[in-house]
């Protein structure tokens, strides 16, 4: 037996009637496992962050002194990894040039694999909020075993 029929014994022994989910959504890798196919990908937005309209700024500076991450540069271009989108900007500035917007945070996918279905997701690269995106992941997969009549939702967790 070579090392994919060990696997596809375990997982077939594992999921007669089952929905994988991968909850590692900073580190997800079920997928090189179970080769999955693409059914839905899905955008996960979570927070805000500020977008600065240059026409209506009048360069006055009162939004740079407010942030203490140097979110926005001297020359008043937003830093959308530095920007933690508490919106004092937005406030701030008086001449309403800033706007927050809806930040993406990463991408949620329900896959077809000869294993059953799988739901996964990857959180962007310095991206907050795993918890809430892992929500996204656990109720999407629940959502499919109730809807297929599957006896169980298989989940591979974050290490830790």
Request: proline fraction near 4%; include cysteine.
């Given at each position: 037996?070579?090392?994919?029929?060990?696997?596809?014994?375990?997982?077939?022994?594992?999921?007669?009637?089952?929905?994988?989910?991968?909850?590692?959504?900073?580190?997800?890798?079920?997928?090189?496992?179970?080769?999955p196919?693409?059914?839905?990908?899905?955008?996960?937005s979570?927070g805000?962050i500020?977008?600065?309209?240059?026409?209506?700024?009048?360069?006055?500076?009162?939004?740079?002194?407010?942030?203490?991450?140097?979110?926005?540069?001297?020359?008043?271009?937003?830093?959308?990894?530095?920007?933690?989108?508490?919106?004092?900007?937005?406030?701030?500035?008086?001449?309403?040039?800033?706007?927050?917007?809806?930040?993406?945070?990463?991408?949620?996918?329900?896959?077809?694999?000869?294993?059953?279905?799988?739901?996964?997701?990857?959180?962007?690269?310095?991206?907050?909020?795993?918890?809430?995106?892992?929500?996204?992941?656990?109720?999407?997969?629940?959502?499919?075993a109730?809807?297929?009549?599957?006896?169980?939702?298989?989940?591979?967790?974050?290490?830790?």
């Amino acid at each position: 037996m070579n090392r994919q029929d060990n696997v596809d014994f375990f997982i077939c022994c594992l999921s007669k009637n089952a929905v994988f989910a991968d909850c590692d959504v900073d580190a997800a890798d079920l997928h090189i496992i179970l080769e999955p196919g693409v059914i839905e990908k899905h955008e996960f937005s979570c927070g805000k962050i500020a977008v600065i309209d240059p026409e209506k700024c009048n360069r006055c500076g009162v939004c740079i002194s407010a942030h203490r991450f140097d979110a926005i540069s001297k020359d008043f271009v937003e830093d959308p990894l530095s920007c933690e989108g508490c919106g004092v900007c937005f406030h701030i500035c008086p001449s309403k040039a800033i706007k927050m917007e809806v930040k993406i945070s990463g991408e949620w996918f329900i896959l077809k694999t000869k294993y059953g279905p799988f739901v996964h997701a990857k959180l962007g690269i310095a991206e907050e909020n795993s918890g809430k995106l892992i929500s996204v992941v656990r109720q999407n997969a629940q959502l499919i075993a109730k809807k297929e009549n599957r006896d169980l939702v298989i989940i591979d967790g974050s290490p830790g």
